[in-house]
């Protein structure tokens, strides 16, 4: 869903910074990194009503796979919390996170991974969106770019070596995020998708772990470490 839809690196050296707070806002301790405009986080039970309602709107939808509800209900947010948080004790690692604002600490978006399987299992998908009401303000941008550092941070080479992301055509606004963030678009499927009653052609974007070593420290003003 690209708004569509431990450590052996360099990486694992940076420090997810948490930089002066702005704002009255406390940033907690379970976030994963923060940026200048938002922080990263799991999901918690308390989300249930705020993701249903940003989540609830055709412009998010509209870039998302079919198996993205619209409408978008509670029982479908419930469905949700029950993949996106993992059971205790299940050992099974959080792939996916709440993005939420730096100024106040309200639910924008999200971001996960998903890995692929058989011989592509070292490539790991990105899915992420930000809701209407946080929209053009760089937070897609900066969660994308501190989420790829501290996911290459997390799990080593050779379980993750590349981050993938696919983009509907038409969808600018997710495009410009990937390019920011140092992705590069590796071709097209053409009239591979249909949405909405539209046969679209599908982007596919790509980052190796190299790519990501070679920006540096801090990139965007977020470092990363390993938790």
Same mark, same amino acid.
Request: proline share 5%; aromatic share 8%.
């Given at each position: 869903?690209?708004?569509?839809?431990?450590?052996?690196?360099?990486?694992?050296?940076?420090?997810?910074?948490?930089?002066?707070?702005?704002?009255?806002?406390?940033?907690?301790?379970?976030?994963?990194?923060?940026?200048?405009?938002?922080?990263?986080?799991?999901?918690?039970?308390?989300?249930?009503?705020?993701?249903?309602?940003?989540?609830?709107?055709?412009?998010?939808?509209?870039?998302?796979?079919?198996?993205?509800?619209?409408?978008?209900?509670?029982?479908?947010?419930? =469905?949700?919390? %029950?993949? !996106?948080? /993992? +059971?205790?004790?299940?050992? #099974?690692?959080?792939?996916?996170?709440?993005? @939420?604002?730096?100024?106040?600490?309200?639910?924008?978006?999200?971001?996960?991974?998903?890995?692929?399987?058989?011989?592509?299992?070292?490539?790991?998908?990105?899915?992420?969106?930000?809701?209407?009401?946080?929209?053009?303000?760089?937070?897609?941008?900066?969660?994308?770019?501190?989420?790829?550092?501290? =996911?290459?941070? %997390?799990? !080593?080479? /050779? +379980?993750?070596?590349?981050? #993938?992301?696919?983009?509907?055509?038409?969808? @600018?606004?997710?495009?410009?995020?990937?390019?920011?963030?140092?992705?590069?678009?590796?071709?097209?499927?053409?009239?591979?998708?249909?949405?909405?009653?539209?046969?679209?052609?599908?982007?596919?974007?790509?980052?190796?772990?190299?790519?990501?070593?070679?920006?540096?420290?801090?990139?965007?003003?977020?470092?990363?470490?390993?938790?």
């Amino acid at each position: 869903m690209a708004s569509s839809s431990l450590p052996s690196s360099s990486l694992s050296s940076s420090a997810a910074a948490v930089l002066p707070s702005t704002s009255s806002h406390a940033i907690p301790e379970t976030a994963i990194f923060v940026t200048d405009t938002c922080y990263v986080r799991p999901w918690e039970a308390t989300d249930l009503e705020a993701s249903a309602a940003a989540s609830n709107d055709p412009e998010v939808a509209r870039w998302m796979r079919d198996t993205f509800p619209s409408p978008y209900t509670l029982e479908d947010g419930r =469905a949700w919390l %029950r993949i !996106a948080i /993992p +059971e205790p004790g299940s050992g #099974q690692p959080a792939l996916h996170f709440v993005i @939420a604002s730096r100024d106040d600490g309200a639910f924008a978006g999200a971001v996960g991974l998903r890995p692929r399987a058989d011989v592509q299992a070292r490539t790991w998908e990105l899915g992420y969106w930000v809701g209407r009401r946080h929209r053009g303000r760089g937070l897609a941008t900066d969660a994308v770019r501190g989420f790829v550092r501290w =996911a290459f941070a %997390r799990w !080593a080479e /050779p +379980e993750l070596i590349r981050i #993938q992301a696919e983009v509907y055509e038409g969808n @600018a606004g997710s495009a410009a995020v990937l390019r920011k963030t140092g992705f590069v678009e590796e071709g097209v499927l053409r009239r591979a998708v249909t949405k909405n009653g539209r046969v679209l052609d599908l982007h596919v974007w790509g980052l190796l772990r190299e790519e990501v070593e070679g920006q540096g420290k801090g990139e965007g003003g977020v470092e990363v470490e390993a938790r």
